[in-house]
C-alpha cells in the first residue's frame, strides 16, 4: 500500500531532522558570529545623526565639538567605538595602511607641547600637528583643540602614501557643535543635554 | 508474584496477543488531534517569558521612532529624578561599591566558573547550550545597543562608571545572564534552583537599583536587559537543554538516564494502558496518585536507554512483570556519537550508520527481539512499544526474566556451558550476532542461558562479527570455569577451526568493556590460552583503512581545528577574555 503524501513527508523530515538542526545551528553561529564581528565594526555614529551623538557629548561633558564620521573615502572603515566616562575613541583604517589605523580620542584636555599650528579645521578650534617620524614611516599627531575638549588624531602612514591618506582621514572626520547637538535633542526628544 | 510463562524456543507466532486481554478495554487508538501522552509542554513561566520577550521587543521597536523614543526617555528620566532625589554621600559610596562588585571581572569569573564546573562534570551538552546562548545574547545585546545607540540619562550628574550605549544595560543583561547559566545548567531543578532563583534575583535586584541610583541607566535599559538575560536565556535553555530530557543530577549514575516522575510517569502508565492494553498495577492516574507499578531497574548497567520494571495485571488478574526501555532523543544522539567513535577509532567492520529517529531506533529493536524469538533464541518475549511524545520518546515493553542471574553470579556447571554455546550455535544458524555479549547481558535461570538486550544485534553480520560473539561467549564462560574445559565443551558444538577463528578474530576492543575489566580483574589470560588450545591461525586484521573511515577521520579533524579557531574568535566576540 502506497504511505499518505503526509506520512511520506513527515517521513522524509524525521529523517532529515537531527542533521538540518545541526546544520542551521551551525550556520546560524557562524552567520551570528560573523554579522556580529562586521556589525562590531562598522559603528561611528554618522555628522548626519545627531541622536546617536549624544553619547559622545556625554563622554566628556564640556566638549563644544564632537567627532563624527562626515563620509568615508573608498577603501575607509571604521571599528572600536568605545565611548565612556573618560571619553570616547575609536579607529579609522585604510585599505592602504593595513595594521596602522588612526586612532581618533576625544578627551577633555590634552598636552600639545611640540605641535606646530596649522589650519583650524571648524570655527574656534585650534589645530596642530606633531610629527615623530617622517621617513620611513610618516607618524605623529594631529590636534583638533576647542573650549571644554580635544580631539587627537593618531597616525602611522608608510612614506610615500601619507598625503592622500592626510587628506582622506581629516576630509572623514568631522567636527559636530554641542550647541547644535543641544538644540537636536531638545526638539526630538525634549530633553536636555548636560552643558 | 508470577511471570508470564516462557514459550519454548521456536514453537510459537506471535508473542504480543496474551496480555492484550489484560485490559478490558484493550487497546485505544489516539484519534487525529488529540495530544500525545506526553506533548511537548510549554508551561506557564514559559509563556510568560515570551510575552516578556515581546514586550523587549515591542520597547525596541518603540525606541527606533523619535517622538516614541522622547516619550520613554522623559519617562525614565522622571523616574531617575525620584531616585536620585534619596542621594547622600554614605549612600553613594554603598552603591558604588554595589556597582563595583558587579564589574566585568565578576561576570567573567561566574562565566568560567560555571564552564569549569560544566566540564569537570562532562556536561557537554549544557556547555555547547551555554556557550551557544551567551553567544548569542551578547551578540543580540551588541546589535541593539548599535541599532538604537541610546545616550546615558541627561539632566542630572551620573555618579558611575559607564560605557558604550545604554540601551540595553549589557551589564545587568551579562549578570543576569551568568546567573542564570548557573542556575539551568548547573543547578537540579526543584528546591535548589527555585532557592537560587530567589538569591539571583536578589542580587539582581540590588545591582539595578546602584546603577539607577548612580543615573548610568535609564529604567528601560535595565528592564530589556534583565528581559535578554533572564527570560530570553531561560526559554533558550528550555529549547535545548529541556529539564525533562536533559536533567541536572548530582546524585551519580548515568546521565542518559530520564525521570520518570512526575508528568512522564502518568504519562508511561497511560500509553502502556491505550497503546497495548495493559493494566499497570498500583496506580490510578486519574485520581493523581503516585505511580508505583513502574520504577528504574537495573540503572547501573545501562547507559543507552533508561530501564524500568513494569508491574501489570496479567490475563489472570495475578500481578506480572515486565521489562521496559525508555528511548529519548539523548539517547538517539549518544548512539549516533557511539558510532561515529567506533567507525573512527577501527573503522567501519560492521553497519554504524546511525539511527535517524527514536522511534526508528526502538523500532529495530523490537524487530530484533521478534526476528530472535522466531529463531528460537532465548531472548524476551516483545510485547511492542508505545509512543510517549512522537518522534521524541518511546518505551519497548518485553518480558521480564524473574529468577534470573547474572551468569557471574550463578553456578556454572556443565550444562549451562553447553546451553550458552549452543546458543551462539543458534545464533550462528539463524544468521544472527548479538554484538555485545558479556555478563551483564546473559542470564541463568533454573540451569538455562537468557540473553538479553538484543538493541546491538545485526542480522547477516559479517563472519568476523559472528566469530566475535563465539570469543566473548568463551570468555565470558571461562570466567567461572578454566579456559581448557570451556575449550573442550565447545568442541561438541563449534568446530576447532571455529574456536581458532574466533580467537584470530578477538583483540581488546573487541571485548565490551563489562568483559575486558573482569577479565583484568581475573589475572588469567584467558584469551592466550584459548588461541593456544586452538589450531594456529594468523589474526584477523580488525582495522580496515576504507575511503569511509579516512573521510569520518579526517572531517572531525578538520572540525576539531576549525572549532579551536572559532572558539577564540569566540571568546573575544562573546566577551568571555
Known sequence: MTPRPEARRHDRRAMHRPLSALLATVMVAAAATLTGCAALGDTVPGCGDPLRLAIIAQSVPGASYLPCIRGLPQGWNTFGFDPSQDGTSFLLNSDRSPGQPVTVRLTATCTTSGASPSPPRAPGVLTYTRLDSISPRFAGRLYDVFPGGCVSYSFDFTTGSQIALMEQFEEAVGLYPRQQLRLVLKQKLGVELNS | ?577
Not at chain 2, 525620584?82 to 562565566?111: F, Y
Open chain 2, 1 to 577: 508474584m508470577t511471570t508470564l510463562p516462557t514459550p519454548r524456543p521456536g514453537r510459537e507466532g506471535s508473542e504480543v496477543t496474551p496480555l492484550i486481554t489484560a485490559s478490558l478495554r484493550g487497546r485505544r487508538r489516539r484519534p487525529s488531534g488529540e495530544p500525545p501522552p506526553l506533548p511537548r509542554h510549554i508551561n506557564h513561566t514559559i509563556r510568560w517569558y515570551l510575552l516578556l520577550v515581546g514586550v523587549a521587543g515591542g520597547l525596541w521597536a518603540g525606541m527606533s521612532v523619535p517622538a516614541l523614543l522622547g516619550i520613554i526617555t522623559r519617562a525614565d528620566l522622571a523616574v531617575l529624578r525620584a531616585v536620585i532625589t534619596v542621594r547622600a554621600a554614605w549612600l553613594t559610596h554603598l552603591m558604588l561599591g554595589v556597582n563595583a562588585l558587579a564589574s566585568p571581572w565578576t561576570t567573567h569569573l561566574v562565566a568560567w566558573g560555571t564552564i569549569a564546573v560544566l566540564v569537570a562534570f562532562r556536561r557537554f551538552r549544557h556547555l555547547a547550550a551555554y556557550l551557544v546562548i551567551v553567544l548569542a545574547t551578547v551578540l543580540l545585546i551588541s546589535a541593539m545597543a548599535l541599532e538604537i545607540g541610546r545616550m546615558r540619562p541627561v539632566g542630572m550628574q551620573i555618579l558611575g562608571p559607564w560605557q558604550g550605549y545604554a540601551q540595553p544595560s549589557r551589564p545587568v543583561a551579562t549578570l543576569a545572564l551568568a546567573l542564570v547559566g548557573i542556575l539551568y545548567t548547573l543547578v537540579p531543578a526543584g528546591r535548589w534552583r527555585n532557592r537560587g532563583k530567589w538569591a539571583a534575583a536578589a542580587i539582581l535586584a540590588a545591582f539595578c537599583a546602584a546603577r539607577l541610583y548612580l543615573a548610568v541607566d535609564h529604567p528601560t535599559d535595565q528592564v530589556t536587559a534583565l528581559i535578554v538575560g533572564w527570560p530570553l536565556a531561560v526559554v533558550a535553555f528550555w529549547l535545548t537543554v529541556p529539564n525533562d530530557v536533559f536533567p541536572v543530577s548530582y546524585r551519580g549514575g548515568r546521565k542518559a538516564h530520564l525521570d520518570i516522575g512526575g508528568r512522564r510517569g502518568a504519562a508511561i502508565v497511560m500509553a502502556l494502558d491505550n497503546q497495548l492494553g495493559l493494566a499497570v498495577t498500583g496506580v490510578d492516574n486519574q485520581l493523581g496518585l503516585a505511580v508505583t507499578g513502574v520504577e528504574p531497574f537495573g540503572l547501573e548497567a545501562s547507559a543507552g536507554s533508561t530501564p524500568l520494571r513494569i508491574q501489570v495485571r496479567g490475563p489472570d488478574g495475578g500481578k506480572t512483570v515486565l521489562f521496559g526501555k525508555l528511548y529519548a532523543l539523548n539517547h538517539l544522539r549518544s548512539d549516533r556519537w557511539y558510532k561515529l567513535a567506533r567507525t573512527v577509532v577501527y573503522g567501519r567492520l560492521e553497519d554504524e550508520k546511525p539511527f535517524s529517529t527514536v522511534r526508528r531506533l526502538v523500532e529495530y529493536e523490537d524487530h530484533l527481539l521478534r526476528l530472535m524469538r522466531d529463531a528460537g533464541l532465548p531472548t524476551p518475549r516483545p510485547y511492542g512499544f508505545v509512543e510517549i511524545t512522537p518522534e521524541r520518546e518511546y518505551l519497548i515493553v518485553m518480558e521480564f526474566f524473574e529468577g534470573g542471574q547474572e551468569i557471574r553470579n550463578a553456578q556454572v556447571d556443565d550444562r549451562v556451558i553447553d546451553d550458552a554455546l549452543r546458543v551462539v550455535r543458534r545464533m550462528w544458524d539463524a544468521g544472527v550476532a548479538h554484538r555485545d555479549i558479556k555478563p551483564s547481558n546473559i542470564l541463568v535461570r533454573d540451569g538455562n542461558v537468557l540473553l538479553i538486550d538484543v538493541a546491538f544485534a545485526a542480522v547477516r553480520p559479517t563472519p568476523w562479527r559472528q566469530a566475535v560473539d563465539l570469543a566473548n561467549m568463551m570468555l565470558t564462560l571461562a570466567l567461572a570455569s578454566t579456559p581448557e574445559h570451556v575449550y573442550e565443551r565447545a568442541l561438541s558444538v563449534f568446530a576447532a577451526d571455529d574456536v581458532a577463528e574466533a580467537f584470530a578474530a578477538c583483540r581488546s576492543i573487541t571485548i565490551p568493556s563489562q568483559l575486558r575489566s573482569l577479565i583484568r580483574a581475573d589475572g588469567r589470560d584467558l584469551t592466550g590460552r584459548f588461541r593456544q588450545l586452538a589450531p594456529t591461525r594468523r589474526p584477523i586484521p580488525v582495522q580496515l583503512w576504507d575511503i569511509g573511515r579516512v573521510k569520518v577521520t579526517a572531517g572531525l579533524i578538520a572540525a576539531l581545528v576549525v572549532a579551536v579557531a572559532l572558539f577564540s574568535v569566540y571568546l573575544q566576540v562573546a566577551g568571555l577574555l
